[in-house]
């Protein structure tokens, strides 16, 4: 079955600075690849996929590039501020009838007012 | 439009004893997820529900069970409880005939003593 590693497992910023996290699947059949990014105590939410026809997007601050012959992607926010801070989790699933989603460990990102 | 919804939020059990969590999904979303989350560790699917029968499954014991109901709202049993399923419980909605994204809703908080 698939396999997701997420690096680093934390990550700290001064605000105004860049952040990127990694991660790298097993499974090359798996095709899209959402972000979540959750809060304490909250609930996982969706702020950027992936599927792998296109090798980059970006909404706002926020992008996410694909690399389907190394099987990794990675998340990049720039201009951090202070609400970016949260756990961040990539996932990666095979986006067909039922999207078992595989998820990395997560990368605790913490931004420095 | 109501987002995905569970029921109860926090629930407290000892070991042996079976429990019953609830989740309604999001509004014109058919299929239903579960998934497991350890403290400090990413979410891990159970199971999967589309049309009343369990479509997918992950790497969890027969303890872990499932129903769906014909308005598409899901039931997670749990029986013979272990100090071990201590963890957050999200339940996660999409549409057969969607895109793939998975909404999350709140999760249960289960503590087995």
């Known amino acids: 079955g698939e396999n997701v590693e997420q690096h680093p497992s934390t990550l700290s910023v001064q605000e105004g600075d860049s952040a990127v996290i990694k991660c790298t699947y097993s499974?090359?059949?798996?095709?899209?690849f959402p972000w979540y990014k959750q809060e304490l105590g909250k609930r996982p939410q969706l702020i950027i996929d992936i599927r792998s026809n296109v090798g980059e997007k970006k909404d706002q601050r926020i992008a996410v590039t694909l690399n389907k012959t190394a099987k990794h992607f990675s998340l990049h926010i720039t201009e951090t501020q202070p609400e970016d801070s949260a756990v961040y989790f990539c996932a990666a699933t095979y986006n067909n009838a039922g999207n078992m989603l595989t998820f990395g460990g997560g990368t605790r990102l913490m931004v420095k007012p | 439009d109501a987002g995905v919804t569970q029921s109860p939020t926090h629930l407290i059990k000892t070991r042996g004893q079976q429990v019953t969590l609830r989740c309604s999904p999001k509004s014109g979303h058919d299929t239903v997820s579960w998934y497991q989350q350890a403290l400090g560790q990413g979410p891990q699917f159970i199971f999967q529900?589309?049309?009343?029968?369990?479509?997918q499954r992950g790497n969890f014991p027969d303890r872990f069970s499932g129903h769906q109901f014909p308005n598409y709202s899901s039931e997670l049993n749990v029986n013979a409880l272990l100090l071990g399923d201590s963890a957050l419980y999200l339940c996660a909605s999409d549409s057969a005939g969607g895109v793939g994204e998975q909404f999350f809703g709140p999760g249960t908080r289960l503590t087995v003593l």
């Open positions: 499974d090359s059949a798996s095709n899209y």
């Open positions: 529900y589309y049309e009343e029968e369990e479509r």
